[in-house]
């Protein structure tokens, strides 16, 4: 790997709304103090958030490149050409880790491709922090995005990872559109095993954190509100 090219860096951000160094290590400070050039998903989210992390960087002498559903594969591919003129840049999720359940996986993909170091920083991941609360197989899980949004399809596919889950002792993790949380919550009630475990965690490192795991037939009586508080959902069949 040439040492001469600049490197990527991979930079996560908060969950919610908090101070930025109550979640995140110093570590992340100082890459933003040293970058003026990044990827990011949304440009005025990321320009609060660095100067949320450094007041005093200039925002005008910002670079951000916009990776989205609308960016072209001919776009893309040429967001990481600074590095290889020596200049390293970095990689700036939405929220939580970059590259996972994030678009940024294609610009890793690319700076492998280009011999460019990648440099992952620390920082929280909404989907590792529920299976850590979650009392269920840290040893083997499987994240599975977003379910279908027909319910006989949701349905479908809800009573399909219970399957897998039992047969392989193995967690299954998943997302909703906050909106639709409480829908989904009713579906993992009324269509799995009454003793399978379920967990949700939602607004996960706010102060109104909420994580709890209890049978499927206990979650029919529910009293938490989710609607539009970002959760993940986590099954398994024992």
Request: hydrophobic share 35%; net charge positive; with cysteine.
């Amino acid at each position: 790997m040439s040492t001469n090219k600049g490197k990527l860096y991979l930079i996560p951000t908060r969950l919610g709304d908090n101070p930025p160094l109550e979640v995140l290590p110093i570590s992340i400070k100082k890459v933003i103090e040293q970058l003026d050039s990044y990827i990011v998903e949304n440009e005025k989210t990321a320009r609060r958030f660095i100067k949320r992390i450094k007041p005093s960087k200039s925002q005008p002498s910002l670079k951000l490149l916009v990776l989205n559903k609308y960016t072209t594969e001919t776009e893309r591919n040429t967001y990481l050409n600074s590095c290889l003129d020596g200049n390293s840049i970095g990689l700036l999720s939405e929220a939580g880790c970059p590259a996972i359940a994030d678009p940024g996986a294609d610009i890793v993909s690319l700076a492998h491709q280009m011999d460019i170091q990648v440099v992952p920083l620390v920082g929280p991941s909404s989907i590792l922090l529920a299976l850590m609360a979650s009392g269920m197989n840290g040893q083997s899980f499987t994240f599975n995005g977003y379910l279908p949004i027909d319910k006989n399809e949701r349905k479908v596919k809800l009573k399909s990872l219970e399957r897998i889950s039992f047969e392989n002792n193995q967690a299954q993790i998943f997302i909703e559109t906050p909106y639709r949380n409480m829908k989904m919550l009713e579906d993992l009630a009324s269509t799995l095993n009454p003793n399978t475990k379920v967990c949700v965690a939602c607004d996960l490192t706010l102060p109104t954190e909420f994580i709890r795991t209890k049978a499927a037939k206990d979650w029919k009586q529910n009293k938490e509100d989710l609607h539009k508080r970002p959760s993940i959902f986590i099954i398994q069949k024992e």
